[in-house]
């Protein structure tokens, strides 16, 4: 064991991009094989014949995946949980780690007060509790109750409220941002943001979505403290020539707002993904919208009192409603590479960026120094065959 750290605190990686920085890295791995001296390559690179020499043959390196926007995994809801689920949970999020994903936002749908707030106690027990081998949970993405009817989707229309202050400090009491990091609202129902304000000083992240909102209601509510828009394109006016809407906000607004990307390719046409990415550079972040089925075959499966029909990666209500996805944040990462040719974009869209809407916006390099390689990402693209993958880099002796 000392003879195998020794070679590791010699074992010098050169020759691998890190996204969105130019130009070739290299870095050094310690006795406990943490990401040491991330530094430019020297010019010329380092020769092959330096000890214990890894030619990372300009694959990129990367944080693990960070998902603001996951229902549940394994056929398990993160907004029905019970007590009894909680090993079955902590199980899953080791399967969830193996799968690249370093942490989710566990988001929890419009539902009853009562429920919401019984998953949210949980969601903190679990917290607690894990373990490094675990994604970790974040606080929890409220993706509702305060929607528009209108734009509710696959959200009970029965559990929707009126956006008011008092209703929703009546939900959030007793839970900190450590409990809630994000909260999906239609900003039309709160026109004097009365409860964007209050979130915002709480700490916590304000996203726009599942609403009717103009491009003026987005656009002042973005200059209020709103900093994403939750899967762009779905449950929201279109981006039109004569109305622009919330996307048209979000990508034009003076200060950092992210749009959230559902990348499967059917709630989205590629084609439109590839344009959000060209429209608003540096602003796309992907997040997956799974549902409980992800990580199971395809089939029927229950969602409270409803049923929803998994076919080819897509989750749809009885009525043909469309409720989410089974495809996971880093396939979603390797599909939108495929569409735009851009796989740094990808990266980016599902590792650092997820970051920085959460306000933790190091740089890349920051990110990398002091963390274990086994939980970093090691990306291939192949450009012949248009092809982006992922793996977990293991030291070599």
């Known amino acids: 064991m000392q003879a195998w750290r020794a070679a590791m605190a010699e074992l010098h990686c050169h020759h691998l991009r890190l996204p969105g920085e130019p130009g070739f890295w290299c870095f050094r791995l310690d006795e406990q094989g943490m990401v040491r001296d991330v530094r430019p390559e020297p010019s010329p690179a380092v020769e092959s014949r330096q000890p214990h020499h890894w030619d990372w043959q300009g694959d990129w390196l990367s944080p693990a995946a960070v998902d603001l926007q996951i229902n549940g995994l394994q056929g398990l809801w993160f907004g029905h949980l019970e007590a009894e689920q909680l090993d079955s949970l902590r199980q899953a999020l080791v399967w969830l780690r193996q799968q690249g994903v370093d942490a989710v936002c566990p988001t929890l749908i419009t539902g009853l007060p009562a429920r919401l707030r019984r998953s949210l106690v ?21 993706e509702g109750p305060f929607l528009a009817v209108n734009k509710r989707g696959a959200h009970p ?21 450590e409990d809630v990091a994000m ?25 726009l979505g599942h609403t009717e909102a103009n491009q003026m209601q987005a656009t002042a509510a973005f200059a209020a403290g709103a900093r994403l828009l939750t899967h762009t394109f779905n449950a929201m006016p279109p981006l039109h020539h004569r109305a622009p809407g919330p996307i048209a906000a979000a990508a034009m607004a003076s200060k950092p707002v992210f749009l959230g990307l559902i990348a499967d390719g059917v709630h989205v046409d590629p084609a439109m993904a590839v344009l959000l990415t060209r429209m608003a ?17 395809e089939g029927h499966y229950p969602w409270g009192r409803r049923w929803i029909t998994v076919r080819q990666g897509t989750c749809r209500l009885e ?28 990266i980016l869209a599902a590792t650092v960026r997820p970051r920085a809407c959460l306000g933790h916006g190091a740089t890349v390099v920051q990110h990398l120094q002091g963390t274990a390689l086994s939980r970093l990402l090691r990306w291939r693209w192949q450009p012949q065959a248009t092809r982006l993958g992922w793996a977990t880099p293991q030291p070599r002796s």
Do not use: N
């Open 319 to 346: 009525g043909g409603t469309m409720a989410g996805t089974t495809v996971g944040i880093l396939e979603g990462a390797c599909r939108l590479a495929r569409w735009s040719q851009q796989p740094e974009e990808a």
């Open 183 to 207: 909260v999906t609202m239609a900003p039309e129902l709160d026109p004097r943001h009365e409860a964007l304000d209050w979130l915002v000083e709480q700490g916590i992240v304000v996203s």
């Open 281 to 297: 550079p540096g602003r796309v972040v992907l997040v997956s919208d799974a549902l409980a089925p992800y990580g199971l075959a």
């Open 157 to 177: 229309r029965r559990h929707v409220q009126s956006l008011t202050l008092a209703h929703l400090k009546q939900l959030m009491d007793g839970f900190s941002t």
């Open 122 to 142: 949980l969601l903190r027990r679990v917290r607690q509790q894990q373990g490094g081998a675990e994604a970790r949970l974040l606080g929890a993405h409220l």
